[in-house]
């Protein structure tokens, strides 16, 4: 891959989190959660392992929150009218958010409540 396209393929990838961060709800939601857990991580002065796990907790949010934008808007431009196949589609993805969100809250009390209690 030519270093050009290889800096065009960041750019790209920058342009989608700026757009989900910009137009989704959900992960301003996403951001601002990341900014309490890291300031509260910092805070706290967490071990490095649970950083890792934090880490990876946050991005996995993230990155499923992507990817639900991804879909819908993949199903809006296949598809105007509703369709049971397309709802169903959007349901589950955004279900898929909902769980591995309800895991990092979880996760984050586990971590978070020691420091805290």
């Known amino acids: 891959m030519k270093k050009g396209k290889l800096l065009k ?12 961060l910009r137009s989704e709800r959900n992960m301003q939601i996403h951001a601002a959660a990341t900014v309490v857990v890291l300031l509260m ?18 991005g996995g949010v993230w990155s499923l929150e992507m990817v639900n934008t991804a879909l819908e808007k993949t199903v809006d431009l296949i598809t105007a009218e509703r369709h049971p196949f397309a709802k169903i589609a959007k349901d589950a993805a955004a279900g898929a958010v909902l769980v591995f969100s309800c895991i990092a809250v979880a996760i984050g009390l586990v971590i978070f409540i020691p420091y805290l209690w």
């Open 9 to 20: 393929s960041f750019q790209y990838a920058f342009l989608g989190i700026a757009f989900c």
């Open 41 to 58: 991580g910092t805070y706290v002065r967490v071990t490095k392992m649970e950083w890792l796990v934090l880490l990876l907790t946050i």
